[in-house]
């Protein structure tokens, strides 16, 4: 068995190694690109490929979970955070998981989306809106067609009603904060503050989805099944936008502000 789970880490990794090293090149290839139909379609491209990817994965987890052979992890999992809470980190993760909770989420995206129509960056403000109501949609559908019980395994942390299967929270947290971040940092001069920006996005989506398993009210495949097709989501929606903005230079780049300006070089 545990021959078997390092395996699966080690081929984990190199996947991990493979799709950066893919989508960078892409990047490159796109900017690089002397044809804007061709930039334009390699970002559709590498859109639908983070789509696929994330699809797959969900799917994956979804037959496994159908067919019940996630449930003796998915309990011990939960059995071991039941087992060791803690009432100040209960407190605290109580207060972060609502960051995943639909009035928040909408705030985010209402503030955000606003913020960003104001300032010129339509095409942002559009894609925002749209993935986080895709998400909700997407979500809302998922959750009737799996229909999965919540877990019992200890006292919940925080009443719900919706069924498990995939995490809500983490698939519009997921979504969210992926997409806000995505959009900050393309605004963002410097790299270091670019993967910053990105670096706080995951910690609050780490942090939303082990809320949902501490909490009890989530098993651990529902968590990640949500976060996966979440992304999948988001990552498409990403590179969607990529693709629009590209067109809409080549035909009126008077009317294309959302990008940041190259940083100053340095004397």
């Known amino acids: 068995m545990t021959h078997s789970l390092d395996r699966r880490e080690r081929t984990r990794r190199r996947s991990h190694v493979v799709w950066d090293v ?40 979804a037959e496994r979970v159908r067919a019940g052979s996630t449930l003796a992890f998915d309990s011990t999992v939960l059995a071991w955070l039941g087992a060791h809470r803690v009432g100040w980190v209960e407190r605290s ?29 339509r095409y942002s403000a559009a894609l925002l809106l749209v993935t986080a109501a895709g998400g909700i949609v997407l979500n809302n559908v998922l959750k009737v067609h799996f229909s999965r019980p919540r877990p019992q395994i200890f006292a919940w942390g925080q009443q719900v009603s919706t069924s498990s299967f995939p995490s809500g929270h983490a698939m519009s947290a997921t979504i969210v904060y992926a997409t806000v971040a995505y959009l ?12 910053l920006t990105m670096l706080a996005a995951a910690v609050v989506i780490a942090l939303v989805c082990l809320s949902r398993m501490y ?18 989501w988001a990552g498409f929606c990403m590179a969607t936008l990529e693709a629009v903005q590209r067109f809409a230079r080549h035909n009126a780049p008077e009317m294309v502000e959302d990008e940041a300006p190259p940083p100053p070089r340095e004397s």
Do not use: C, K, M
């Open 22 to 61: 893919f989508f960078r090149a892409l990047r490159g290839a796109a900017e690089r690109a002397n044809d804007f139909r061709v930039a334009v379609g390699i970002f559709l491209l590498a859109g639908a490929a983070v789509a696929v990817a994330g699809t797959w994965i969900f799917t994956e987890l």
């Open 93 to 121: 993760l109580l207060e972060i998981t609502a960051l995943g909770t639909g009035l928040v989420v909408l705030v985010v995206v209402g503030v955000a989306a606003l913020f960003l129509w104001l300032t010129t960056h």
């Open 184 to 195: 900050a940092a393309r605004l963002q001069r410097r790299r270091w503050a670019r993967w």
């Open 215 to 232: 909490l009890g009210v989530h098993y651990p495949s529902d968590v990640a099944a949500g976060a996966a097709i979440g992304l999948a």
